[in-house]
């Protein structure tokens, strides 16, 4: 059974940092691609960040552009989002989505706290 897994959610202070993880399994990784999105508290869902697997491109949120890094490791089948700078807005769940032509996938997602 495919399934995306997310780890590396916390607590950090405004101006840290964090590395968040989506494991996959059960799907052929390097077919896929992988996307970050976040939910805050009273907010919707919002796009984050995201690695295209056809070419490798990368595309961010204009809120979190110069802060966040997505990335891919394929033997690892996991994908990265190195968040600095972290500000108080940032604080949401975090949701790992993977996405072909044919499926989506999404993890349950992890918690990320910003405190002041």
């Known amino acids: 059974q495919a399934q995306v897994s997310e780890s590396g959610g916390g607590l950090v202070q405004a101006g840290g940092s964090l590395r968040l993880s989506c494991t996959a399994s059960g799907l052929t990784f390097n077919q896929y691609t992988m996307a970050w999105f976040r939910q805050g508290p009273g907010k919707e869902q919002e796009f984050v960040a995201s690695?295209?697997?056809?070419?490798?491109?990368?595309y961010y949120a204009d809120s979190v552009k110069g802060r966040f890094t997505i990335s891919r490791d394929i033997a690892k089948n996991t994908v990265y989002l190195q968040m600095n700078n972290l500000k108080l807005e940032d604080a949401a769940v975090y949701y790992c989505?993977?996405?072909?032509?044919?499926?989506?996938?999404w993890g349950q997602g992890t918690q990320v706290t910003v405190s002041s």
């Open positions: 690695h295209v697997h056809k070419d490798g491109s990368t």
């Open positions: 989505n993977a996405v072909s032509d044919y499926n989506t996938f």
